[in-house]
């Protein structure tokens, strides 16, 4: 076990609508980052979070936004859903300020699916 | 644009023998990669990793080879036990600033582990 946990595990919605998924870090974990995983493919970085300010993003549109709080806890909203943003969701926590070396620690994900 | 891929989707090996899961990079200015485990249901699971100043490095059972010259990326099991049998991910990041935080996955390769 890797200490992230993430909430729903499962979540349905309907295309238009906007959803908040949840994660929790490993203690003491400054950085968190989120990533979408298709079916079939690999995870996506979507955006990384250190210290409550964003230090990364990746090719995803303002719709996907986040937060992350002082208590390792953060969020990953998205507004305007969209039938392609069916996937699961993945935050991963590290130790350190989210460089290039620093071990990301993967949560079991949210499966989102949008109908 | 720059990519980490996997040269076979799916790997059957048989129980007790030694798995080998490769793996090409194209982005020369990557320092830094990471093999996960995905098993079905479950977030990615941190197996080994290994700096680009390295061309080896072993963990319990696995070994990873860096062969920087050609690009190249592998994670070697030794006796390969049905507990093995997942999606296995490659990742890489770099230190340029706008890959900062950002894992590239690539799309795994599936092992499947028989009796």
Redesign the interface.
């Known amino acids: 076990e890797t200490g992230v946990t993430q909430s729903p595990t499962h979540l349905i919605k309907t295309r238009g609508q906007q959803v908040t998924l949840r994660c929790s870090s490993q203690s003491g974990h400054n950085t968190v980052s989120w990533y979408q995983q298709a079916l079939g493919q690999g995870p996506q970085f979507i955006f990384q979070y250190y210290r409550e300010e964003e230090n990364g993003r990746g090719n995803f549109p303002p719709r996907f936004s986040g937060l992350q709080f002082p208590n390792y806890s953060s969020e990953l909203n998205v507004n305007a859903l969209e039938l392609d943003d069916s996937a699961l969701y993945l935050c991963a926590s590290s130790l350190g300020s989210g460089g290039p070396q620093d071990t990301q620690y993967f949560g079991p994900g949210t499966r989102l699916t949008v109908l | 644009g720059e990519s980490v891929g996997l040269h076979l989707p799916t790997l059957s090996v048989q129980e007790g023998d030694n798995s080998i899961i490769n793996c090409a990079y194209s982005n020369s200015a990557s ?2 990669f ?1 093999w ?1 485990k995905q098993e079905s ?6 197996i080994i ?1 290994i ?1 680009s100043n390295m061309d080896k490095r072993q963990g319990q059972r696995v070994t990873v080879l860096l062969n920087k010259t050609v690009k190249h990326l592998s994670l070697q099991i030794a006796a390969t036990q049905p507990g093995d049998s997942a999606v296995y ?1 490659c ?1 890489e ?3 340029a600033t706008d ?10 390769t599936q092992v499947v582990v028989t009796p």
């Open positions: 320092d830094y990471i996960y249901g479950k977030g990615p699971q941190f990793d700096r991910f990742a990041s770099g230190v890959s900062w935080g950002k894992l590239q996955f690539g799309a795994g």
